[in-house]
Nanobody
Framework: VQLVESGGGLVQPGGSLRLSCTGS????????MYWVRQAPGKELESVSC???????YYAESVKGRSTISRDNGKNTMYLQMNGLKPEDSGVYYC?????????????????????WGQGTQVTVS
């Protein structure tokens, strides 16, 4: 099982980014998927989730500014982020729920739970 994120970068406040996460080695469509971020010196924060049935969930911190989606044909999940703020900066991780066809929201993410990608850095400055 492997997850690979991309799409991070440096953006000015108010700008936009689209993060991608491509999974391999498993039945992508069967798993809930999450975006979890970690800002410097802060705890992990689950910012969004998409169910196996394509239902989206958002943390209050990103609601209204972000859109999560998935393309099961491409084994890829996306997070479109608009109106970025400096407090959105951090490393964004893609996380696969270890269960099939069930998930948890809100999620208290821990590094020992699920499968994690390597992360992609988002800097808003």
């Amino acid at each position: 099982v492997q997850l690979v994120e991309s799409g991070g970068g440096l953006v000015q406040p108010g700008g936009s980014l689209r993060l991608s996460c491509t999974g391999s080695g498993y039945d992508f469509k069967a798993h809930w998927m999450y975006w979890v971020r970690q800002a410097p010196g802060k705890e992990l924060e689950s910012v969004s989730c998409i169910s196996s049935g394509h239902t989206p969930y958002y943390a209050e911190s990103v609601k209204g500014r972000s859109t999560i989606s998935r393309d099961n044909g491409k084994n890829t999940m996306y997070l479109q982020m608009n109106g970025l703020k400096p407090e959105d900066s951090g490393v964004y991780y893609c996380v696969r729920d270890p269960r099939t066809y069930v998930g948890t929201w809100p999620l208290s993410a821990t590094p020992s739970w699920g499968t994690w990608g390597q992360g992609t850095q988002v800097t808003v400055s």
